[in-house]
């Protein structure tokens, strides 16, 4: 079973920036696709940004132009950069990818798992 680790999360200041990790756990796994979802309090879980193997990036038009999708060299990691930081940026962060072990792909999330990205002076 593939699993996603993140960190990085925590109490942000107005436009202030943090940075986000998603790890893919385990030896010979390779992250394919990767996408960061957000959900606020009371509001359903909307997609920020998503990257695909070649590096094609795709953002939500809230966070367009403020935040940076990227993945690590070793395709085990993707990271969040988040610049400018408003309120309404405040939610639950998880990230979701297809993960190749060896030759074969697999779904993994982590749904639930945090970090949750506070944003207020």
């Known amino acids: 079973q593939v699993q996603l680790v993140e960190s990085g999360g925590g109490l942000a200041q107005p436009g202030g920036s943090l940075r986000l990790s998603c790890t893919a756990s385990?030896?010979?796994?390779?992250?394919?696709?990767l996408n960061w979802y957000r959900q606020a309090p009371g509001k359903q879980r909307e997609l920020v940004a998503s990257i695909t193997r070649p590096g094609s990036t795709k953002y939500g038009p809230s966070v367009e132009g403020r935040f940076t999708i990227f993945r690590g060299g070793d395709n085990k990691a993707g990271y969040l950069q988040m610049y400018s930081l408003k309120p309404e940026d405040t939610g639950l962060y998880s990230c979701k990818a297809d993960v190749f072990v060896g030759r074969d792909s697999y779904p993994a999330d982590s749904w639930g798992q945090g970090p949750q990205v506070p944003v207020s002076s």
């Open positions: 385990g030896s010979a796994v390779s992250i394919n696709t």
